[in-house]
């Protein structure tokens, strides 16, 4: 029983592989069938795809277009029908054939397996040779097999075209790799609408020139463009954007500029745009369905450099600023203007660049004043050449013929100061020789009365001592030099320095913003901090005056065309420069502010404006009178300060020393007259006394007794100082009273530029008795009806910019005329 099962399970097993390989054979003999029946039509099929990926057909007229599409579709639904309507599937004998022919099986052995026993089946002999018969022909089955199916193309394509319709496609494949989808769309779906009447094409054409030229859009007449004899030529700037577009026509336009072709890109189902930017050519054309739809001359005219030149030699302000006339032009504008400074001895040192104010935005030709506060910079007061430098929009320089000149510095009255200064230069002139600044700070150093025992002066000049000593840094000398320009300051003008930096500082930050176009925002504050700025300048510059005046100093002689201003003129030119900005109006508000600047760079402070008269003179005879007597009482305070520390026990000494003191006491009552006399005049010229002048006096009274030895103390040290004190303090007191008086009232502040006086100008130079004026230099200020509808255009602008719905070109051109403003 154990036997039968296990051959039963071999014959199962066996039909089971005759059944799949009799599967495969048949599968094999359908594709050797269904291949060379496809083929044509495969073949067909794949030419299409490659004219697609190739993306030739919508190249071609859409007609010519339509009738491959149509012909390929025919053919291959033709060559499909005519190679698959017989093609059916194998028979079993035919599989079973194929079977035996792939095994290299003779005499059908599997057909035999088929067979039965009819004659002789009861015959034992014969019914055993059958059972053998059968057993070798299953034994035979193990080398049956399938071999691959044969397509059999060679033989019908000897020129081997599929060949070269495998090498399109492949190059199809690569080239339309990134639009693969597009292209097939465009090869399915011809322009047939050309084939029926199309509405005539409407073309519209502008060009914009480059925004920072400041030309409007140019708009092209298509009519004039019909007609090439009358079409007018177009100028336009190198860099400008053409854009057009077209509506209806057949096909897609072509923009052809020069011999540069730019094909239209479909915006809707019959519109059609494009843009160019125009560098070069003579012609500008617009051509759809090979025929022009309009046509014009062109003219592409260059940027030119731009050029600038000095218009009168670099000079000096009152101020010690160097001051820079220039004129300079561009055919578009200028975007700014520089200069450039080399030294003579050094002319491969790194020069130093200065940024010139510009007095508007894209202008085409500008003249201006600048002025340049270089008297802290290391090079002040060396021989220099210097080179204006003017730079457009494109990047583009001109440059001025280079002039030579010596750079301003400032000149310092008080002696330490300039021994600083001096120590400066040395540093700039050789920077390693360090041991005789080193030297001379030392010196400096050791005479803490030459600069009154100040210790800020003190700490400053033996940091810098120093730092010259120790520090190897490659900055150490710059830093020192720092030092050295910071503590001249300090010692010359105390407060005034810091305000003035401020104020310059302030102006040029306000001379930007105005160019740049800022906010109303932005531009109030920046009035603001410079109306701050300039009070602190004007209360320090009469600080100054006073102190000079109580130094017994007279005031420099102003020239006979001087001109007298007040603090209230400048902050009343400063609020019309506001009212300007703000109305819209920056160009006339920036020019004012440059005249502004020029005036306080040449403006002087004098309490006596309008020229010394008979009182003035008067008056600062009795400041030198007081000076002289402070100086006297300063005399008697060092006898007697160094009387008191000389001990002596000689009797002859002592007597000597009770004859000076008999001397002194004279000389201090002598003083103390000379005083009261002087408090009369003073009464009589003011209508009051001081009373520093006042205690002044009693201090004097005091130390007189004390000098005879009759007062309460025979020390007359205490009240000789106090009386020194009061003195000073009342030279102090007096400068202000002589300011109020001569100046009518008038606050600190007052000075006085070189503007000529008379001739019917006001003291800010403007023309007086008519409607309105005008600016100083002939800058015009509008009127309020021009400032009330310049506001209104203003506003206006900006209620039409904020509406999206207008034409972008619209907008584009509002946006250039908020740029002016």
């Known amino acids: 029983m154990l036997g039968i099962g296990k051959r039963q399970r071999r014959l199962d097993a066996a039909a089971g592989r005759l059944t799949a390989l009799m599967a495969a054979a048949r599968a094999a003999l359908w594709w050797e069938r269904f291949w060379p029946a496809a083929a044509p039509a495969l073949g067909l099929a794949a030419l299409f795809l490659a004219l697609a990926l190739l993306d030739i057909l919508p190249v071609l007229p859409p007609w010519l277009h339509g009738l491959i599409l149509a012909a390929l579709l025919t053919g291959f639904f033709y060559l499909a029908w005519r190679g698959l309507r017989g093609l059916g599937m194998p028979s079993t004998a035919q599989s079973r054939r194929r079977l035996e022919l792939d095994s290299g099986l003779d005499h059908r052995p599997l057909a035999s397996l088929e067979d039965t026993l009819t004659a002789g089946a009861a015959d034992k002999g014969s019914a055993q040779l059958w059972r053998l018969h059968q057993q070798r022909l299953r034994a035979r089955l193990a080398a049956l097999r399938v071999r691959l199916p044969r397509a059999g193309l060679a033989a019908r394509d000897p020129l081997a075209l599929r060949a070269a319709l495998g090498i399109l496609l492949f190059i199809g494949a690569v080239l339309g790799s990134g639009d693969a989808l597009g292209r097939l769309e465009r090869a399915l779906r011809p322009d047939l609408g050309s084939l029926t009447l199309a509405p005539d094409a409407t073309l519209d054409i502008w060009v914009n020139p480059p925004a920072y030229t400041g030309l409007a859009p140019l708009f092209l007449d298509t009519a004039q463009g019909r007609d090439r004899d009358t079409a007018a030529v177009i100028e336009t700037p190198t860099g400008s954007t053409v854009l057009a577009q077209v509506q209806g026509g057949r096909g897609a336009p072509n923009l052809i500029v020069g011999e540069t072709v730019v094909p239209f890109k479909a915006a809707t189902l019959d519109a059609y745009k494009v843009s160019l930017i125009l560098e070069d050519g003579e012609t500008l054309r617009v051509e759809q369905g090979g025929r022009d739809l309009a046509a014009w001359p062109l003219r592409i005219t260059p940027d ?3 050029s600038i030149e000095f218009l009168s030699p670099p000079g000096r302000s009152e101020r010690a600023s160097l001051r820079l006339e220039y004129s300079a032009e561009d055919d578009y504008g200028l975007a700014s203007v520089s200069g450039e400074i080399r030294r003579l001895d050094k002319p491969d040192a790194e ?24 008297t802290p910079h290391p090079w002040a007061g060396l021989a220099v050449e210097i080179q204006l430098l003017a730079e457009d929009a494109l990047g583009q320089l001109g440059e001025s013929e280079p002039v030579r000149t010596v750079l301003p510095e400032r000149i310092f009255n008080h002696p330490v100061a300039r021994a600083l200064v001096e120590l400066r230069k040395r540093l700039t002139l050789d920077p390693d020789a360090r041991l005789p600044v080193v030297r001379a700070l030392g010196e400096i150093y050791d005479r803490p009365d030459h600069y009154f025992n100040d210790v800020v002066v003190a700490l400053s ?17 710059l830093q020192v030099q720092k030092i050295l320009w910071d503590t001249a300051l300090h010692l010359e003008e105390g407060g005034l320095a810091t305000a003035e930096s401020d104020l310059r500082e302030i102006q040029k930050k306000l001379m930007e913003a105005l160019a740049r176009g800022a906010s109303d925002e932005e531009i109030a504050r920046l009035m603001d901090e410079m109306r701050a700025a300039l009070d602190r300048f004007l209360e320090a510059l009469a ?9 017994g100093q007279e005031p420099q002689q102003m020239p006979p065309t001087a001109q007298t201003l007040q603090s209230e003129d400048l902050q009343r030119l400063l609020d019309q420069a506001e009212q300007l900005a703000r109305s819209g109006a920056r160009d006339a508000a920036r020019d004012m502010l440059a005249q502004l600047q020029e005036i306080l760079e ?6 006596f404006a309008q020229g010394m008269n008979e009182d003035s003179r008067e008056a600062m005879k009795m400041m030198e009178d007081m000076e002289s007597l402070t100086r006297r009482q300063q005399e008697l305070l060092d006898r007697s300060f160094k009387r008191g520390g000389r001990e002596s026990p000689d009797e002859r000494a002592k007597r000597e020393a009770g004859q000076e003191r008999q001397r002194d006491a004279r000389s201090q009552e002598s003083l103390r007259r000379e005083l009261g006399k002087m408090m009369r005049q003073l009464g009589e010229a003011l209508g009051e006394i001081p009373g520093t002048l006042g205690r002044a006096e009693r201090a004097m009274r005091d130390a007189r007794e004390a000098l005879e030895g009759g007062g309460e103390s025979s020390d007359p040290v205490g009240p000789q100082t106090r009386a020194l004190d009061q003195l000073q303090q009342g030279m102090r007191d007096m400068a202000d009273r002589f300011m109020e008086a001569m100046g009518a009232g008038a606050p600190p502040g007052m000075g006085q530029v070189g503007a000529q006086p008379g001739s019917g100008r006001d003291p800010l130079g403007r023309q007086q008795g008519r409607q309105g004026f005008e600016a100083l230099e002939g800058v015009r200020i509008p009127e309020e009806m021009e400032l009330r509808r310049s506001r209104e255009i203003l506003d206006e602008l900006r209620r039409r910019r904020g509406e999206p719905a207008r034409p972008p070109v619209e907008l584009d051109y509002i946006d250039r005329l908020l740029k002016q403003f």
């Not at 020069?351 to 270089?374: N, Q």
């Open 602 to 607: 040449n403006m002087r402070a004098n309490p």
């Open 543 to 551: 600080e100054r005056m006073r102190d000079q005046m109580a130094q």
């Open 351 to 374: 020069p130093v660049t200065i940024e010139l104010a510009l007095p508007g935005i894209g202008l085409r030709d500008a003249e201006s004043m600048s002025f340049h506060d270089l």
């Open 304 to 306: 030119l450099v731009p």
């Open 461 to 477: 000049v033996r940091s810098a001592e120093r730092r010259l000593i120790h520090g190897r840094e490659a900055g150490t000398v």
